[in-house]
């Protein structure tokens, strides 16, 4: 076997792995997930769990950057399709962040539930993912305020942290709930009527 297909081949264990531990994770919780069973979703042993993460911590911390960099390339490619201005842009973020939770099940339980039951994750992760998460959002903000049409006097890092815990607040309850697409959908439109009826700039 050649290195490039030994890279090949370690890419989709670890693939395979990172999978795993999402079904795993979705089925019984983070905490009452046993590595032994992340290995049976992945079709590995327990072992091959361990040459690629240093453990269950290491595991969903590294799967969330994984898919939040899917999260985050998605959303930016969704938003460069959209024509329109600002004010625009923001009500399909509001809606793309809650479309890809109505397509991605398990990755939306994954991310506003499972994350907080781990300890290492909540209190010494820096989580730069998330961080750039918000640099889309708060670009989003910003891009109005230049156009004229939000506040100027708004402090937009604020309001881009203050627009996704409305969102993740709204999202865990209908994740929690099993709500159905249509639920959702409604629920983004209001949503996103409040959140930028507040931004908007009044003659």
């Keep these: 076997m050649t290195e490039v297909e030994k890279q090949r081949n370690n890419n989709e264990k670890r693939e ?10 979705a089925k019984k919780g983070f905490y009452n997930t046993k590595v032994s069973e992340i290995a049976s979703e ?4 327990d072992g091959t769990i361990y040459l690629y993460f240093k453990n269950k911590d290491d595991l969903l911390i590294s799967l969330f950057e994984d ?4 999260v985050i390339e998605r959303l930016q490619a969704e938003l460069s399709a959209v024509s329109g201005d600002s004010l625009v842009k923001l009500r399909a973020f509001v809606h793309l962040h809650f479309l890809l939770a109505v397509e991605n099940r398990d990755l939306a339980e994954f991310i506003t539930v499972e994350l907080r039951q ?3 994750f909540v209190k010494e992760y820096k989580n730069p993912k998330f961080a750039d998460y918000l640099r889309i959002l708060q670009g989003l903000i910003e891009q109005g305020q230049a156009e ?4 100027a006097e708004l402090d937009s890092k604020l309001v ?3 627009i996704f815990g409305a969102l993740d607040e709204v999202l865990l ?3 929690l709930s099993r709500s159905a697409p ?3 959908v409604n629920e983004s439109t209001q949503i996103s009527a409040i959140l930028i009826d507040g931004l908007i700039t009044r003659d």
């Design 16 to 25: 395979r792995i990172l999978e795993g531990a999402l079904k795993a994770f």
């Design 42 to 45: 992945a079709g590995v042993a």
């Design 67 to 70: 898919r939040m960099e899917w």
């Design 118 to 120: 781990s300890a290492k």
């Design 148 to 151: 004229g049409l939000i506040r």
């Design 160 to 162: 881009s942290r203050a």
């Design 173 to 175: 309850q209908l994740t």
């Design 182 to 184: 249509g639920d959702v």
